[in-house]
């Protein structure tokens, strides 16, 4: 071989693929937590204030059929952090620990990025792997590190170390120091302020600190990608910032067809025993409880819009709001007493359908105020952000670029896909009532559902009933529909398992 020829193609190749990294955007994914698709103003919600997410969506791309595969923060968040489905890690087990740890840390998102001339951060909720190990994982994955442990606080004290900590030097030590501060060992989240001298809130206070510390400390000549994991709106839901406590008082508050105690005393027994239900009846029984708990909720929501609003004007004080692309999306949605069930975990839609808007300002113009009805997975988000950067998606991971269909670039897309829930719940002592496992086949119509500890399925048709209220799993006209979804299922069992 011509030895003179060799290094002109390297350099040659090498030219290009620095001209290609000179146009990687920055990226900043916003995760609430415990957010269902319908509880901001852009996805049809006349009550909640949501002023900068709506305007997120007015100038991107609103995905109107965004799931998740797994619902359960833990599950979820390591589904988007790997790529791959949990029943690959667990073999569909109820074993939470193997659910919710990377199989190789080496093969995230973030650890591709950041080989890939990233700067990477993190700020917020983190809550995957197990304990202190999975905690100091996360710390050793992103170049700047504001993890909270566990579901971490919604009040910190101003100089509490957890909002005080650098980031990088001492991002080891990160911790909550606040008097009555949330530990490993602690069973539930700190609730309220009442004590503290200078309690800062935070999703609407302590993020953008954080966020504006990490843009100001980087290393500006990479591109940057930063995540940040809101605390809201997952309960304790009276913890939402002081700025909107008379929000919604007086509003009437709208609640779904199916959210009554008729319905939920319709509900197969064991799911009326399932985790939650019991106070999910509890608020249907007196008028008014319902409506107030979710005027709550919906200042927490408010909380994380009026967070975004102002991480949006630190990147324009930055210069960098026209090369920065903003991802919204949530770990699993919630229930608002709907078939009376409270939480999340189970296969219907409110428990799985998340929003997801995705901002490109490159793109602004041609995709602006465009809504996506394609199926599309929290799986797919890390094939996405690597997209983004340039990278082509592994082969061990299972999702898709939801990219191509914002350039209008896919040929073929999804028409089903599996969602799953191995755990019981078991695992945190007979005090708590346990979670019914589930899994299911959802298509654009249809929605089957197994409940295999009882061997029962149902059958739903999604277009004609999105409430979800009749079960047609024994109307022989459907017979067929049936037959092909439990292949369906067995045919992403076989695809998913542990290899
Ligand atoms: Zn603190």
Redesign the pocket.
Known sequence: MNRFLIPVSALFFSALVNAEKKGQPNILFLLSDDQRWDSQGCFGNKTVKTPEIDRLAAEGVRFSNSFITFSVSSASRAVILTGIYSRSRSNGADDLPAICTPENWENTFPALLKKNGYYTGYIGKWDIGVGEDGFQHGVDLFNYWGGDRWHG?Y???KD????TNDGIAHKKEIR???VT??AWDASLPRTGNQSMKNPLHTDTEVVPLKVKTFLESRDKQKPFFLQVSFRSPKDPWSDYPTEVKDYYTDDSIAISPTANLQNALSQPEFLQKSMAANHARNLLSTKGLLENEIRKHYRLVTGIDIAIGKLRKILAEQGIEDNTIIVFASDNGAFLGEHGFWGKWLPYEESMRVPLIIYDPRIKKESGGKTVDEMVLNVDYAPTFLAFAGIKTPRYMHGMDIGKLMANKKSCWRTDWYYEHSWSAKSLGSTVTPIVPSEAVRTKEWKYILFPNQQVEQLFNIKNDPFETVDLIANPSNKKMLEKLRGRMNYYRKLYEKK
Do not use: R
């Open positions: 606080n009040w910190h004290e509490c170390n957890f909002v909550c120091t606040c501060g949330n």
